[in-house]
């Protein structure tokens, strides 16, 4: 019981640490791995553009696959930042213990994220199919 009332007054004293922290985070929580699967979508979405034809319709839907990869990654990269600002607000303004309310409701952003990928994985298998179809 005095570990976990300790742990709330350290907190409480780096009350504004953790708001710098948080907001920093919200500029780089998953960043990189949204950034690549965003550069993989939208060179996605270029590549398969390109390859479309007046009779092929194989490529349109992988680049709508790749286009709604991107989506979902912003709409991840948006509720991120909501979150982080909510965290920040809530430290900065009701201390910690409406923060760690807070924590047991905030919802994660993985599945956004596992989505986004797994849209990315399906348009490049269908490029990947349409190239196989070509060649044979």
Not at 29 to 44: N, P, Y
Not at 56 to 74: D, Q
Not at 81 to 110: C, H, I, P, Q
């Amino acid at each position: 019981m005095q570990g976990k009332h300790m742990a709330k007054s350290f907190l409480e004293e780096h009350r504004w640490d953790l708001c710098k922290s948080f907001l920093e985070r919200a500029d780089t929580s998953a960043d990189i791995s949204r950034a690549l699967l965003f550069t993989a979508s939208g060179a996605g979405v270029a590549f398969a553009i390109q390859q479309i034809e007046a009779d092929e319709r194989g490529h349109l839907i992988a680049a709508i696959f790749f286009a709604a990869s991107i989506v979902m990654l912003y709409w991840s990269w948006d509720r991120q930042k909501v979150k982080a600002r909510k965290r920040f607000t809530l430290l900065r303004d009701e201390g910690v213990n409406a923060y760690l309310e807070n924590e047991n409701e905030v919802a994660s952003n993985r599945r956004l994220d596992w989505i986004a990928f797994l849209l990315l994985a399906i348009g490049a298998s269908i490029e990947a199919g349409l190239a196989y179809i070509v060649v044979d």
